[in-house]
C-alpha cells in the first residue's frame, strides 16, 4: 500500500492502475511510472527522491556578488527548525561561509566556530535540543553575477550565476523563475541521450496505443521532445512575468554558467 501511495503521488494514477503497474514492474518505482506513462495514464512522473525532511535552507553571496553559497540544515520537525537557537546557528554559519569560503561540505564542517568547530557544535547542539540535526549539503557557485534567492520563509534557496558584471537584477530574476518552474537544466544540450531516447519510447509507446499511423508518430515526438525540453531546460521554460517570452529572451546577451536550487 505504501508503493501504490508514492506511486499515485508521482504519478497521479488511479490506485487501480498503481497496483497493476507496480506488479507488472515487480514492484520497481521507476519502472512502474514507465509503464503507466507509455499507457497513457501518466503524462509525466513528479521527481522521486525529493527531500522531505523538516530545517533550514540558507543562501548568501560573497560581497563582491561573484560567488554564491547555499547549504541545508535539516531537523526532525518543523517544531525545531523554527527554534530560535537553531535559526541562529544556522544564521552563524552562513556568516562563517561567507567569511572563509568553504569549498566543500567537508571544509565547511571543520571550519572553526564556538571554540571548536562547526560540527562539533552542532551535535552539541543537538544534544541540548533532543533531537537529531544535520548540515547535509552545501554547495558554491561562482559568475561575475550572482544572486541568491531564498524562498517559502527559507525551506527553497536558489543560486544563479552569470557570466556577465553588473547583471545582479536580471541573476534575481531568472534565481526566480528557477525557484518557480524547477528546470532539470541550462539547455537541450545538457539533457543526456539515454533520458532523451527514454522520452521519445514512451512518446511512441503512447502514439501507438492512441492508433496513430506509424508514419506520423515521429514527427508528433518531435513535437512532443520540444513540450519536455519546455519543462526541463530553463533557456527554453516559459518566463513566469510574461508567457509570451522565453527565459533565453530576457538574458540579452548574458549566459546563464549554473544554478543550484534546494527545496525542502
Known amino acids: 500500500m505504501e508503493l501504490i501511495k508514492k506511486l499515485r503521488e508521482m504519478t497521479g494514477a488511479g490506485m487501480v492502475d498503481c497496483q497493476k503497474a507496480l506488479k507488472e ?20 512522473a513528479k521527481r522521486s527522491g525529493r527531500d522531505t525532511s523538516e530545517g533550514v535552507i540558507k543562501v548568501g553571496i560573497s560581497s563582491d556578488g561573484s560567488e554564491g553559497y547555499v547549504f541545508e540544515l535539516s531537523s526532525e520537525t518543523d517544531f525545531v527548525a523554527r527554534n530560535e537557537k537553531f ?29 571548536s568547530n562547526v560540527k562539533d557544535s552542532l ?36 543560486l544563479v550565476a552569470l557570466d556577465q558584471p553588473g547583471k545582479a537584477e536580471l541573476a534575481m530574476e531568472v ?6 518552474a524547477n528546470p532539470k537544466y541550462i539547455s537541450p544540450e545538457e539533457v543526456a541521450q539515454e533520458e532523451m531516447d527514454k522520452e ?32 526541463v531546460c530553463l533557456l527554453e521554460q516559459e518566463y513566469i ?8 529572451d ?15
Open 25 to 44: 514492474a515487480d514492484n520497481d518505482l521507476d519502472k512502474a511510472v514507465e509503464i503507466l506513462r507509455k499507457k497513457g495514464i501518466a503524462k509525466a
Open 87 to 115: 535559526q541562529a546557528f544556522a544564521e552563524s554559519v552562513l556568516e562563517l561561509v561567507k567569511a572563509k569560503r568553504p569549498t566543500s561540505l567537508d571544509d565547511l564542517l571543520g571550519l572553526s566556530l564556538e571554540a
Open 123 to 158: 551535535d552539541a547542539l543537538s544534544g541540548t535540543i533532543g533531537e537529531k540535526m544535520e548540515l547535509r549539503r552545501f554547495e558554491t557557485i561562482s559568475g561575475a553575477s550572482v544572486a541568491a534567492y531564498s524562498h517559502l520563509g527559507g525551506r527553497m534557496g536558489v
Open 175 to 180: 534565481a526566480m523563475q528557477v525557484a518557480a
Open 200 to 231: 521519445k519510447e514512451i512518446y511512441r509507446a503512447q502514439l501507438l496505443g492512441e492508433g496513430k499511423p506509424a508514419e506520423m508518430v515521429e514527427k508528433i515526438v518531435a513535437g512532443k521532445m520540444g513540450k519536455y525540453y519546455s519543462e
Open 241 to 248: 512575468k510574461d508567457e509570451k517570452k522565453k527565459v533565453k
Open 250 to 264: 530576457i538574458l540579452s546577451g548574458a549566459k546563464i554558467l549554473r544554478f543550484v536550487r534546494y527545496s525542502l
